[in-house]
């Protein structure tokens, strides 16, 4: 069986597990603290998402509301010489 000295002879140092642990510890660490900070990133934005679909939805609802009073008033307008969605689409003819 070997000697550390011999380990220090061969060019390892002595406490070459002790510097691996060490370092594995400090990245560990700082790989931790940057996954919890990606994970609050991730949920602010799906927040935000959320509240943004929220208003599309609102806004979506209350455009409605207005197309079909608008669709009314575009029954009572002159539409002579402009082609309808109806005139776009020909069903077998």
């Known amino acids: 069986m070997r000697e550390n000295s ?4 061969e060019g390892l140092p002595a406490s070459i597990y002790d510097d691996l642990s060490a370092e594995y510890s400090a990245i560990s660490e700082g790989s931790s603290a940057k996954v919890s900070e990606l ?3 991730l949920q602010n934005r799906e927040s935000e998402i959320s509240r943004l679909k929220s208003a599309n939805y609102d806004l979506l609802m209350s455009s409605a509301g207005d197309s079909a009073s608008d669709a009314d008033d ?3 307008k002159d539409t ?6 109806d005139d ?3 069903f077998g003819t």
């Open 39 to 41: 994970q609050a990133q």
């Open 88 to 90: 776009l689409f020909t």
């Open 80 to 85: 002579s010489g402009s082609k309808g969605i």
């Open 6 to 9: 011999s380990d220090s002879e």
């Open 74 to 76: 575009n029954e009572d």
